[in-house]
């Protein structure tokens, strides 16, 4: 068993069996049936009873793994349209809905947030750093879209986001980005920040207007092509270190 723990939940002392329930999101009665069948091992004795308290400098394992490494995570998600990037929302399905099997999922932040009707790549961590690395706007992380218009794109717009454009009540014009026009209404977008509705005024600046937007990278991370619409699916080492 692949156990995925994070010590952020758990505090100096407490009793063994709601900190190995609260480092691995494990149900307290499921814990407590592991602690019975001797699964759960404290500095190299099995444990006998879930209300021993244990602190964490104690070498603890459950199923065999060490839990007192916490183990930040991180995942990317197909987002589909009707679902809003919050930690709650009254009103419709959010993304963290979408990770509800994984433990403490509400624990994950959104790495970039989509609009409602946006579609496509969001990466969710509980790693603050890294984070930071893609949202920071000093950071210059790429944000890759591809967007439909309402009008044919004007190719003036090329040099004009090359340039940076003034977007309406903001105090200083955007960073570069570049535009890759692919037909007469649809568009490669990337931009390094990620201020409100960017892509959507951006263009809405040109006088056209985003019918369809869909974001396909961050980064060097690409939308796995496997993830169905709604799907996600951690990511590997290789993509998590692309991130600087
Ligand atoms: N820019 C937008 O206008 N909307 C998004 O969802 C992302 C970027």
Redesign the pocket.
């Known amino acids: 068993m692949r156990l995925q723990t994070h010590l952020s939940q758990v505090t100096p002392f407490m009793r063994l069996d709601k900190l190995l329930s609260n480092s691995t999101g494990i149900s307290r009665t499921e814990i407590k049936k592991a602690i019975k069948q001797g699964k759960a091992v404290v500095d190299g004795i099995v444990a006998k009873s879930g209300s021993a308290h244990v602190n964490t400098d104690q070498e603890i394992s459950l199923f065999g793994q060490a839990i007192n490494e916490a183990s930040p995570r991180y995942f990317m998600l197909n987002k589909p349209e009707g679902v809003v990037?919050a930690n709650r929302d009254a009103e419709h399905p959010t993304v963290l809905d979408l990770l509800i099997d994984e433990p403490m999922y509400e624990k994950l932040n959104i790495a970039?947030?989509?609009?409602i009707?946006?579609t496509g790549l969001v990466l969710l961590t509980d790693d603050g750093k890294w984070l930071h690395n893609i949202t920071s706007p000093k950071k210059k992380c790429n944000?890759r879209?591809l967007a439909t218009t309402k009008a044919p794109i004007d190719p003036n717009s090329v040099a004009l986001f090359e340039q940076g454009i003034m977007l309406k009540d903001e105090l200083k014009p955007t960073h570069p980005a570049v535009l890759n026009i692919l037909t007469e209404n649809t568009a490669e977008l990337i931009?390094s920040e990620?201020?409100?509705?960017?892509?959507?005024?951006?263009f809405g600046a040109t006088n056209n207007r985003?019918i369809a937007?869909h974001?396909a990278a961050i980064g060097q991370i690409t939308l796995d092509p496997d993830l169905l619409s709604g799907e996600y699916r951690p990511l590997t080492q290789a993509e998590i270190d692309s991130i600087k």
């Open positions: 990037s970039g947030r989509l609009d009707d946006t944000k879209y931009i990620g201020r409100y509705h960017q892509v959507k005024r951006m985003v937007l974001r």
